[in-house]
């Protein structure tokens, strides 16, 4: 599959009844990830957590980093990929368990 075609991937569909979407969000604010989860309609079935693009797919992949040699990084770098990538994981993890209880759990209607 070629990366950034969204025909390959309806194309992957193993079921008419799958759905597949996307949303852009900042996935490390707390207020992204409740867009993120009440634009898609549902808790997703798949959380993956990697560097890299977002993409929603009834899969989330959350996370972001300045990628570079451990050793040269400088400490502010550091700290930023921790702090996104974390708080990435913290956000989506907390707003899907919350959407379990319904789209007005985070915000939705």
Not at 43 to 55: H, K, M, Q, T, Y
Not at 65 to 78: N, R, V
Not at 80 to 101: D, E
Request: proline letters at 5%; a neutral charge; charged letters at 15%.
């Amino acid at each position: 599959m070629r990366a950034g075609s969204w025909a390959d991937v309806q194309a992957e569909r193993v079921s008419p009844e799958q759905k597949f979407s996307y949303v852009s969000a900042d996935l490390s604010r707390v207020e992204g990830a409740k867009k993120a989860v009440v634009m898609c309609g549902q808790v997703p079935d798949i959380v993956i957590c990697n560097a890299g693009r977002c993409l929603w797919l009834t899969l989330l992949t959350v996370g972001a980093s300045i990628p570079g040699f451990f050793a040269d990084q400088a400490p502010e770098t550091i700290e930023f990929n921790m702090q996104t990538n974390y708080m990435t994981a913290v956000w989506t993890a907390h707003v899907c368990h919350l959407s379990c209880n319904g789209p007005k759990a985070v915000g939705g209607n």
